[in-house]
């Protein structure tokens, strides 16, 4: 590994202490180094607080060596006033000579020209530094800017012979099927995702709250799918006050993505239910798939979805296989 990508490699570790509170910004890691020295760092704490570049520059107490300093960030600066000042425009104010970064940013106001301001203000600039391992970080937001949709992660849990729940009435209690581990863990995830997805009749059989009480932080904005959504009883724990619901009428994924990215949502977990899982993936409209297995059996019931990608990520979640699978680009 080279110098770059040891430095680098820290911009990258650090950059997800933001998981869950940047969006719809990336998450960002920046490290300066002085004299093989790394002197300060600082990563993206959440939408609409400094970015790292500047984190990592306020905490110089000595601002001279920034003269002698390389900046080392996982995405180009940016070059614009959104929620805060244009990095580019510090980092040149303060003089740093050489600027290393892992990717460009795709944001259509930056895109480059956050890159050519540091180069004008006579900053040598190297780009694409580990940039696979950048991109793959911030897939969402990538996914966000390049395909104009929101980055969809399905996540469902199945027994070992295929079935998601038993064949029953809303009054019935759903079959027991992920452990409470897993149950935690999907709580986790749901607090590093914008949005949380269900259909109408998961909503109708299950009265979820779809929220993250088991896991300290944000709860995500849910979305209900489907027809007739004016004739859902508004008693319903989706229309509390525990975090906003946003409804769709549509059970299109084409059409729920471009309404959610109208919305700016910038990436989605589709939890249910089995109507709504297949027609995403019959669509081809899915980035990622998490799918626990008990090693319990129904026999009969609801079947699970079929889904083929490539495993990224397989492991035991106490007796439930927790498999990660990516779409495949075969």
């Not at 002085?34 to 990563?43: C, F, R, T």
């Not at 580019?88 to 895109?111: C, G, Y």
């Not at 004008?120 to 969402?140: C, D, I, S």
Request: contains cysteine.
């Amino acid at each position: 590994m080279s110098t770059h990508e040891q430095y680098m490699q820290r911009c990258l570790q650090i950059a997800p202490c933001g998981l869950g509170s940047t969006a719809p910004n990336p998450m960002v890691g920046a490290v300066l180094v002085h004299d093989s020295k790394i002197v300060s760092e600082g990563y993206h704490h959440g939408y609409g607080l400094p970015h790292a570049e500047v984190e990592a520059i306020r905490k110089v107490k000595d601002k001279s060596i920034l003269r002698q300093c390389t900046l080392y960030v996982s995405l180009e600066p940016c070059n614009h006033y959104g929620k805060t000042p244009p990095c580019s425009e510090l980092i040149a104010a303060s003089k740093i000579p050489r600027v290393v970064v892992a990717t460009t940013d795709p944001f259509p106001k930056v895109n480059g020209s956050g890159i050519r301001r540091l180069q004008e203000a006579g900053a040598e600039v190297v780009v694409g530094v580990l940039e696979k391992a950048a991109r793959e970080q911030n897939r969402r937001f990538f996914t966000f800017h390049e395909k104009t949709r929101p980055y969809v992660t399905l996540k469902w849990a199945q027994t070992i012979d295929g079935f998601i729940d038993r064949v029953r009435t809303a009054k019935e209690v759903p079959a027991k099927i992920s452990n409470e581990t897993a149950h935690t863990l999907s709580h986790r995830w749901r607090t590093e995702e914008p949005a949380i997805m269900v259909g109408a009749n998961t909503v109708i059989m299950d009265n979820p709250s779809l929220t993250a009480r088991l896991w300290e932080g944000k709860n995500p904005t849910r979305v209900v799918v489907g027809s007739s959504l004016n004739a859902l009883p508004k008693n319903l724990n989706i229309f509390n006050s525990e975090a906003p619901t946003i409804t769709i009428e549509s059970l299109c994924p084409k059409d729920i993505l471009k309404e959610l990215y109208k919305q700016n949502v910038q990436s989605v977990m589709v939890e249910g239910g089995a109507k709504l899982l297949n027609k995403f993936i019959e669509s081809g409209l899915w980035d990622e798939a998490r799918i626990f297995t008990s090693q319990d059996r129904l026999g009969s019931g609801i079947a699970a979805p079929k889904i083929t990608g490539a495993t990224i990520y397989k492991e035991m979640v106490g007796d439930n296989l927790l498999e990660i699978l990516q779409k495949s680009t075969i």
